[in-house]
């Protein structure tokens, strides 16, 4: 069955995504935490093309090897571009077409992890990104937006492959929705971003600081939901990932190569989620969202994946903490990588 559907929660306003195609996914090997060996068969290794579906981008490698980077449609996908994005009354309840779109990024065609590759490598990664979502952007069917990149098998990784996914929807999700109009009334109060608080705070204080460039900072935020979370945000002003100019791209590749090979020495390779959010697209109201180029601005959270979420987080929506931001960044920043 690949029919998908997403129904509303009417008392959360929460979408719960059904896909029959994500019952039979295709097997592919599992690892217990990021950067663990694994058997050399993988459908998305060099060689193995066939047994995927044909890239609907590709980057020519460097080296000897037909290509460094390759995108390819994901064949159980929680979201389709096929279906009608409207909602339809089901009783008391809404429902509509699964409608998006599901994408792999296949970031080596070997093994290498992400944060293991050359600096100009993991911009090419980076700039895959960059290139897919903008081109979804063009259909006005999709609003939202997001790269995640799950690492380990604890975070939802189903193969030592190095892999990142795409996710369009046609809905604005309501963690997203949260964060816009925080950032919004923030703005309408203080004339202010609040991520340029917040950045300028963090680089001030300096005691949860992990690293910076010119570019970009890295930093545990102040109420960190697990031990060693981390925080990047860029110094520009932009509230579209696919903004991201090609200078930004070096200075991105250096923060998450740095980031991500601290908090692999400072946690023997622990499993991790990286999300990369981005603004919505735009609609034609001109009260919805007219301040969001200068509110909002893109951003990458990584959430080590070492605690379980037990019924507490899900009764309250709160986190618990073992160890204070302050504690983990210096930790952090004086591991050398």
């Known amino acids: 069955m690949d029919k998908t559907e997403m129904r509303l929660d009417p008392l959360r306003q929460t979408w719960t995504i059904f896909s029959g195609a994500r019952v039979v996914r295709p097997p592919l090997l599992s690892r217990g935490k990021a950067g663990e060996a694994a058997p050399p068969l993988s459908p998305f290794s060099a060689g193995n093309e066939k047994l995927t579906p044909p890239a609907i981008y590709a980057d020519k490698a460097a080296t000897s090897q037909p290509w460094q980077v390759r995108v390819i449609p994901n064949r159980a996908p929680m979201l389709r571009v096929e279906g009608d994005p409207s909602r339809h009354a089901d009783g008391f309840n809404d429902h509509m077409d699964g409608v998006g779109a599901h994408e792999i990024i296949i970031e080596d065609p070997g093994l290498v992890s992400l944060e293991e590759q050359p600096l100009p490598v993991i911009a090419q990664i980076i700039n895959a990104w960059k290139l897919r979502m903008l081109d979804l952007t063009r259909d006005s069917r999709m609003r939202a937006f997001f ?3 799950n690492a380990g098998t604890p975070a939802g990784a189903a193969t030592a492959h ?17 964060k816009l109009e925080i950032a919004r009334t923030f703005y309408q109060q203080k004339k202010r971003s609040i991520f340029e608080d917040i950045l300028t705070d963090e680089i001030r204080a300096g005691s949860r600081l992990v690293y910076e460039n010119n570019g970009f900072a890295v930093f545990c935020p102040y109420a960190s939901r697990t031990p060693f979370e981390m925080a990047v945000y860029p110094k520009r002003q932009c509230a579209d990932f696919h903004g991201i100019s090609d200078q930004e791209l070096a200075q991105c590749a250096d923060v998450l190569k740095i980031a991500i090979r ?3 020495r400072a946690l023997d390779n622990p499993a991790y989620n990286l999300m990369v959010f981005t603004a919505p697209t735009r609609t034609a109201r001109r009260d ?10 893109w951003h990458i959270e990584i959430v080590p994946r070492v605690d379980y979420i037990g019924g507490f987080e899900f009764a309250t929506g709160s986190h618990t903490n073992t160890v204070w931001p302050e504690t983990a960044a210096g930790y952090l920043r004086k591991i050398e990588v």
């Open 147 to 149: 790269i995640i990149k």
């Open 162 to 178: 190095p892999i990142s996914q795409l996710i369009a929807m046609a809905v604005i999700p309501p963690a997203l929705t949260q």
């Open 262 to 264: 601290k908090l692999n």
């Open 288 to 297: 919805h969202w007219n301040t969001l180029d200068r509110d909002f601005r």
